[in-house]
């Protein structure tokens, strides 16, 4: 790992956002919003496209909310 990237044995690369390696291709079909999202803010560096991910105890995430 390099200053905000991850490398692979295959000479790949992959960007580090705050400490997570977003392992998204984007020639790959995105199904979830949060993927396009995730590649999104790993192209650009753009970490105010995240959102605030805080929970406290006992909460439900706004996402799983809307889960059936």
Known sequence: MEAGK????????YAVIE???????EEAR?????????LQVAETGDISQIGNLEIVPGQIDLF????D
């Open 6 to 13: 991850l490398h692979c044995a295959r000479a790949h690369s």
């Open 30 to 38: 995105q199904t979830h919003v949060e993927g396009a999202r995730s």
């Open 64 to 67: 799983v909310q809307e889960l």
């Open 19 to 25: 400490g997570v390696p977003i392992l998204l291709v």
